[in-house]
């Protein structure tokens, strides 16, 4: 397969992410035909508003993407990440991803989910894939992500990673200043993994 073949999955979740800045953030409230923008970043307005922005992955290093997700962070894009592995993104920093929070589940069985979400402006957009957002797996690999477009599917995909976003048993959540903490318990515990397997 071509080089050229072989970038197109990265070049598409990089412009995705890119694109959860809206029109009205980059043009005020008008109306602003986007072929006319500068040549340069033409594709960030290929959405309208994306509020959300949910990726699960084992890992990322994809530094486009996390100029990305920093800028639509700052545009009050709200960002939750489950990163099981290497993360290069730093959460919560004040003035730059106050918005962006990342978590790492770490029990009985080891994470290999994919899954993008954008909220979309009440229009969501859910995808399966096998490639992290990494570049050697989003630039160097033949990998494929394709949408969940089964309203049922989706729902209960989304359901599931719910149960992960609010893992407080197994659940690590990475500061501002690189490190890991343990999530609250809270009064109620709950273990993503375990919560499946009774499901």
């Known amino acids: 397969m ?8 990265g070049d598409a979740v990089v412009k995705r992410a890119i694109t959860t800045l809206s029109k009205r953030e980059m043009h005020g409230d008008q109306e602003t ?3 006319s923008c500068d040549p340069r970043r033409a594709f960030d307005c290929e959405l ?7 990726s699960v992955v084992s890992g990322r290093d994809v530094a486009k993407a996390d100029d990305a997700l920093y800028a639509a962070s700052s545009a009050g894009v709200e960002i939750d990440l489950i990163i099981r592995g290497m993360c290069c993104l730093r959460p919560g920093v004040p003035g730059l991803s106050e918005n962006i929070r990342v978590r790492s589940i770490v029990g009985r ?36 992500a394709f ?5 049922k599917l989706a729902k209960r995909i989304l359901t599931d990673l ?19 903490r343990r999530a609250d318990a809270g009064e109620t515990a709950l273990m993503a993994q375990q919560a499946l397997m009774e499901s």
């Open 2 to 9: 071509a080089p050229r073949t072989v970038r197109r999955l």
């Open 33 to 35: 035909d986007c072929r």
């Open 48 to 54: 309208t508003e994306v509020e959300r922005v949910l």
């Open 109 to 144: 069985f080891l994470e290999h989910t994919r899954v993008y979400y954008f909220a979309n402006d009440g229009k969501p957009d859910l995808y399966c894939s096998s490639a992290d957002w990494m570049e050697r797996n989003l630039f160097r690999r033949v990998e494929t």
């Open 147 to 151: 949408p969940v477009l089964d309203k």
């Open 162 to 180: 719910d149960l992960y976003l609010n893992d407080n048993t197994q659940a690590w959540e990475l500061t501002a200043e690189g490190g890991y």
